[in-house]
């Protein structure tokens, strides 16, 4: 079950369908290490761009999940689906209505046991994931542990996403969203680009996703897997999480 593999990842990388990577760096990035890759992104999102990439990472040893942004972009055949759900939308469309579209167009056919639920809290009011879901971004940390007991208690979700998305977020932040949580998944993703922000965000959350960084600067993205599994997290072990 993908949940249950979600459990031992500790570094993945995030690839954007709409943007180019070539070959080489896509083989250093597939081989690098990294738990995971997900595949996918805001704005720009095709069945055609997200089924390429998806075939160019088949090629090497390393799982490859998709995040459904858009229900016309699913490709069949991956090793899992991950469904966001933005946990501070301030719109419905984002926290079910998309959800429930997608399900009553694709439900006889989802592979359920390889889908999991993703709780995000986008807190870049900047980025183009919190101007599209119209997330209300200026939360305080009562509220980011409030999300984290929302998302594993209410919604028994594998994991909360703390999402800053082109910026490097705050660590208190984190912190805070991980006070909400027993059981399932922290997962940190933004702005990481020098070891100490991936050391820093690797102590509070158990997975850390790095994306920009791959197109900005390869070879501090590959270092952030040696980075971020060398540090030790203050989280959930390997062995615990949501059924």
Known sequence: MLTERMKKWRHVFK?????????????????????????????????QNSRDLIERIAEYPVESVQEISAESAVVPGVDGYLIPVVLNSGSLHWVLKAQHRAIRKYGDWIPWEDVAAL????????????????????????????????????????????????????????????????????????GISREDQ????????????????????????????????????KGVSGDQGIN
């Open 15 to 47: 690839l954007d369908p709409n943007r180019t990577l070539s070959e080489k760096s896509l083989e250093k990035v597939c081989t690098s290490g990294t738990d995971a890759v997900i595949v996918g992104g805001t704005d720009g999102i095709t069945y």
């Open 119 to 190: 709780g995000y809290v986008v807190l870049n009011p900047e980025s183009k994931v919190g101007r599209l879901t119209e997330s209300r971004t200026g939360v305080g940390t009562a509220d980011l542990t409030a999300y984290g007991r929302l998302a594993e208690h209410l919604f028994r979700m594998p994991a909360l996403y703390v999402e800053y998305s082109g910026m490097y977020g705050d660590e208190g932040m984190v912190r805070a969203a991980r006070r909400g949580l027993k059981r399932s998944r922290l997962f940190y993703g933004g």
């Open 198 to 233: 991936a050391r820093a965000m690797s102590r509070e959350a158990d997975t850390v996703v790095v994306g920009n960084l791959v197109y900005q600067n390869l070879e501090a993205a590959l270092e952030s897997v040696r980075w971020v599994k060398e540090t030790e997290s």
